[in-house]
């Protein structure tokens, strides 16, 4: 069975503007139509699974259902060697239930101040899912990984959430510190959305 758009619209089923951005960008670029899930009135889905696979499964089916239209949803975070992984599917609720951005990546810079340089090695991580419907029984399951290192101080302005703390190694950069381009070339869901593509567009 075929699974090109020929031009439909999907809901992204996301409230993050970070990622609509990022998502939308390389997406336009092969002409697959997404609008963001608050143009329908979708109500957040509750993010209950223990992986990033099935709190994407749930945010794409509950957009999916709400909207009547196909969905990608994003599950992603920030896994930490030095914590064990954390704060990884917790990462937008590191620092209680609706914590900003700001107060995460604090939290985070504050459990790690006695982690010397070198064990301070990280990777974002992304799941996205692509559901035709909210009873699809066969989502496209896209995924990517982006390796780096916990600054000791933000740095940069561009991105959102842990970017100002997560450097790039190979170009000694943080992921704020990069044009939206060059974010999306190297980041786990630039990835992720190119594997994805493929797959739609197959
Ligand atoms: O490229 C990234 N650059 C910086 N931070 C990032 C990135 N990718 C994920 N992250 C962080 C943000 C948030 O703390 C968590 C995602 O949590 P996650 O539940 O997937 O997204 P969310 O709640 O912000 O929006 P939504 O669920 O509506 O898509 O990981
Ligand atoms: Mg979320």
Redesign the pocket.
């Known amino acids: 069975m075929t699974r090109s758009h020929s031009g439909e619209t999907i809901v992204l089923?996301?409230?993050?503007a970070?990622?609509v951005r990022e998502i939308e960008r390389l997406l336009a670029e092969c002409h697959i139509h997404i609008r963001p899930q608050g143009e329908y009135g979708v109500p957040?889905a509750e993010?209950t699974g223990l992986t990033f696979v099935e709190?994407a499964i749930l945010?794409a089916r509950n957009a999916a259902r709400h909207s009547g239209l196909p969905a990608i949803?994003?599950?992603?975070?920030?896994e930490v060697d030095a914590l064990r992984g954390a704060p990884g599917i917790y990462?937008?609720r590191y620092a209680g239930p609706g914590a900003t951005?700001e107060a995460?990546l604090r939290k985070l810079l504050a459990d790690l101040k006695d982690v010397p340089e070198t064990e301070r090695t990280a990777r974002?991580q992304?799941v996205l899912v692509y559901l035709r419907h909210a009873e699809d029984p066969t989502p496209l399951i896209c995924r990517g990984a982006w390796e780096g290192c916990i600054l000791f101080e933000p740095r940069g302005t561009n991105?959102?959430?842990?970017?100002p703390i997560?450097l790039v190694p190979s170009l000694d950069l943080s992921?704020a510190e990069l044009d939206p381009d060059t974010k999306n070339r190297l980041?786990?869901?630039g990835q992720a959305l190119r594997r994805l593509q493929e797959q739609l567009l197959a």
Not at 73 to 78: E, F, I, V
Not at 159 to 163: H, R, S
Request: aromatic share 12%.
């Open positions: 089923a996301s409230n993050n970070g990622k957040e993010e709190n945010k949803a994003d599950d992603s975070g920030l990462s937008a951005d995460n974002f992304c991105g959102f959430g842990y970017d997560f992921s980041s786990h869901r």
